[in-house]
């Protein structure tokens, strides 16, 4: 890597990390809501994610969450059964998750450490999970090498990331904000540009990729066999409201999120 472009990755990596100490998602911090509500808010609103995860098919297995923001996925997997092991570069995060362990009581452990560099030994646990997280790391590739190296032979990876054929995608970001805010239309900024700058409910995310599902299943066979690639989520948000729901099937594939799978070879 030459020396200028060194710099700008560590540029965009720490201001990754200065966002998302501000933007950790499900917190609800202001809100002071107790662990129940915010997991009940949370299933709601991706009302999909026990049909796609199914956490309780991994009572009394090792499962590595990467980037576990507030901790509530954390929490599910050890609700079930899991030994849960969870991670994040952020301060916020892990303070968020070590509060929601102690206010559950559930036996989640937790750690502050960068996708790229977990600290777990080669071939120590049976699931990695990571939930809208990959899609904020420019550096993707350096992370699913770690994930690759902490599973267990035959190990699960499971992720979600942003679907580039998506309605929220064609409409919420590039027309609402691109064409009809006349960002794009005036040149005030690229399409890369305009999806890490409102792909988050505080705008300003300084990196956001989205992924057709070819560009997915590429970039996880990389390490991984067996991957599989599914849309969910059918939502877009609209000019007064985030996430509303469309009463659209998931075999039209438009929806926001792509449900990653595979394993360890």
């Known amino acids: 890597m030459r020396g200028a472009d060194r710099e700008n990755t560590v540029r965009i990596d720490s201001s990754i990390k200065v966002y998302w100490e501000r933007a950790t998602p499900m917190n609800f911090a202001e809100e002071k809501w107790p662990y129940l509500r915010k997991r009940t808010f949370r299933y709601d609103l991706q009302d999909y994610m026990y049909d796609a995860f199914q956490f309780w098919e991994f009572a009394g297995k090792d ?32 303070s968020l998750t070590k509060a929601l362990a102690e206010e559950t009581g559930l036996p989640v452990k937790v750690y502050q450490a960068p996708a790229h560099a977990l600290p777990l030994n080669d071939d120590s646990v049976d699931c990695v999970y990571s939930y809208g997280v990959l899609h904020h790391i420019p550096n993707v590739d350096d992370a699913l090498c770690e994930m690759h190296r902490v599973l267990k032979p035959g190990g699960v990876v499971m992720a979600m990331v942003y679907n580039r054929d998506s309605l929220l995608y064609a409409y919420s970001i590039v027309y609402l904000h691109g064409i009809k805010g006349r960002l794009l239309l005036d040149n005030l900024c ?40 599914n849309v969910r989520y059918n939502v877009v948000d609209a000019p007064r409201q985030r996430k509303v729901k469309l009463g659209l099937g998931d075999g039209w594939e438009l929806g926001w999120h792509l449900v990653v799978k595979g394993r360890k070879g």
């Open 63 to 94: 499962v590595l969450e990467v980037g576990c923001g507030s901790g509530i996925d954390a929490m599910e997997f050890a609700r079930y059964g899991a030994n849960v092991i969870a991670t994040d570069v952020t301060d916020n995060a892990v």
């Open 190 to 229: 690229t399409v890369e540009e305009l999806l890490a700058r409102y792909s988050e409910r505080i705008e300003g995310c300084p990196y956001t990729k989205a992924y057709t599902k070819d560009e997915a299943k590429a970039v996880f066979e990389k390490w991984f066999r067996d991957v599989t690639v």
